[in-house]
């Protein structure tokens, strides 16, 4: 998956919302998206024996990830774009990314040295793309994993787990080993994460192959 390319077919969701808000402090709705993420965490690492927080928790990161949009564009509609939000929209991304991840990661749903795997694959693939933009190398969105891509199987794989649960089908096995659904997501993230991680790497290293 990488959403992260088609960001801009989102307009449409976010356009009509950022007229209407073009007087709010962009950083505001900042604010508010990572008090949803921080939740949407909560959600998760509660939600093992309480399923009904997965659909809750689901319906948070899909609103966290959408004030994450809103922001900038509110910003940008308003001319109030600045290298202070920019810096501020990241640090919140990453706070938020282990908000939501690690509300698994620490949780019974999931194995914690895997959870600690998919936390440094999401972070690592974060800072990949940030730092090739602090050496003057193009910021990179590109990629195997994307934030949009977590943001979405942060979304569905809740709920496939809450599905399954009703089904009677909780974890599915693996050569012998039993796995919840909520761990795929995570080995995906730990695996895939840490791909695009390296991806991302190499990709700044050839930019950067003639200086």
Request: glycine fraction near 12%.
């Amino acid at each position: 998956m990488v959403l992260d390319g088609h960001r801009g077919k989102a307009d449409f969701a976010l356009a009509p919302v950022a007229r209407r808000l073009i007087g709010v402090n962009p950083n505001l709705i900042s604010w508010i998206g990572l008090a949803l993420a921080f939740a949407s965490g909560l959600c998760m690492y509660l939600s093992h024996g309480r399923e009904w927080l997965l659909p809750v928790g689901a319906a948070l990161v899909i609103a966290s990830g959408y004030m994450d949009a809103l922001d900038g564009k509110i910003a940008k509609m308003a001319g109030k774009a600045s290298k202070k939000g920019d810096y501020l929209d990241h640090v919140f991304d990453r706070y938020a990314d282990v908000f939501m991840i690690g509300g698994v990661a620490f949780s019974a749903w999931c194995d914690p040295y895997l959870g600690m795997l998919a936390l440094i694959g999401v972070l690592l693939t974060s800072y990949m793309g940030t730092q090739a933009q602090a050496v003057g190398a193009p910021r990179l969105y590109a990629g195997l994993l994307g934030r949009a891509d977590r943001v979405v199987l942060s979304t569905l794989f809740p709920l496939i787990q809450f599905a399954m649960g009703l089904a009677g089908h909780p974890s599915f096995e693996i050569a012998g080993h039993s796995f919840y659904w909520m761990e795929a997501m995570m080995a995906w993230f730990a695996v895939v994460g840490n791909l695009t991680a390296v991806q991302r790497g190499i990709s700044t290293w050839r930019n950067m192959s003639g200086e």
